[in-house]
């Protein structure tokens, strides 16, 4: 079965930055994307970020282009989201998941019902 380990969650003042990292193994030979999710209180869970394996095309929710960067070391099988300029605003639980694809030519989305592994989440908390 695949597994997520997501860590590297805080405490950060505003403009500060973080880095999370999500750990990934049980994948057999298909293709794959991990991504990044958010769910803040009382708000829906919202797609943040993902990348595909084999070409490591990235997507970026609006809200974080240009401050955070997903990145993969696909050798140690873990995915990173670099986050810079932290807001209040991106106070939140952070999940990774993963998504198992038909091809290589599949779609991308930051849809979560798309979505087939969840990870347990850790917290980012930015102080003002």
């Known amino acids: 079965d695949v597994q997520l380990q997501a860590s590297g969650g805080g405490l950060v003042q505003a403009g500060g930055s973080l880095r999370l990292s999500c750990a990934a193994s049980?994948?057999?030979?298909?293709?794959?994307?991990i991504g990044w999710f958010r769910q803040a209180p009382g708000k829906e869970r919202e797609g943040v970020s993902s990348i595909r394996r084999s070409d490591r095309h990235t997507l970026y929710a609006d809200s974080v282009k240009g401050r955070f960067t997903i990145s993969t070391n696909n050798a140690k099988n873990t995915v990173y989201l670099e986050m810079n300029s932290l807001e209040p605003e991106d106070t939140a639980i952070y999940y990774c998941?993963?998504?198992?694809?038909?091809?290589?030519?599949?779609?991308?989305?930051?849809?979560?019902?798309?979505?087939?592994?969840w990870g347990q989440g850790t917290q980012v908390t930015v102080s003002s």
């Open positions: 049980g994948f057999t030979d298909s293709d794959y994307d």
């Open positions: 998941a993963s998504r198992i694809l038909y091809s290589s030519n599949d779609y991308y989305t930051l849809r979560p019902m798309r979505w087939d592994y």
